[in-house]
């Protein structure tokens, strides 16, 4: 795994009109994408994973983006679905206010996929402009499209 983002993600595992407006149900609506997912073994346990991550610490990066993940034996290879919010659902404590998700479900015998995936993920992220680009994606193509001018930019 080179880190490369656009390689994990799918059109039909993004959803940029989410309609949950609390965080479970947020959750609930992005990890779904990754229901049937032949890399996915067991979704309900990966789900129940993902919740129990979720609730241990924030997973907010700030910037109005967020990173639920789960290390689970319940997939078999890394797995991504991305969900975006027009009006943000408050995620943590805090109140920080989330537009942009990234559920992540990797294998527990791969760390270092894993590191890797983050490591691009917030590499990419980083750009204020990359991210108002991924803010105003009108299509689940032109979203993966913006994230892989975003690597080709940072040589990713």
């Not at 890394?78 to 998700?101: H, K, M, P, Q």
């Amino acid at each position: 795994m080179a880190g490369r983002i656009t390689s994990l993600l799918d059109p039909s595992r993004i959803n940029l009109r989410l309609q949950g407006v609390k965080r479970t149900a947020a959750l609930n609506e992005i990890a779904r994408l990754l229901e049937g997912h032949p890399d996915v073994a067991n979704f309900p346990g990966f789900y129940d994973e993902l919740l129990a991550r979720d609730r241990l610490d924030t997973t907010c990066l700030g910037n109005a983006v967020a990173l639920p993940h789960a290390r689970t034996e319940h997939v078999k290879q890394i797995v991504l679905a991305v969900g975006r919010s027009d009006t943000g659902i408050a995620f943590d404590a805090n109140g920080e206010i989330v537009r942009l998700f990234f559920v992540l479900g990797t294998p527990k015998t791969k760390p270092g996929d894993y590191l890797a995936v983050v490591s691009a993920l917030c590499k990419i992220l980083k750009d204020p402009a990359d991210r108002a680009t991924f803010l105003n994606a009108p299509t689940p193509e032109a979203f993966i499209a913006a994230i892989a001018a975003a690597e080709a930019k940072l040589g990713l």
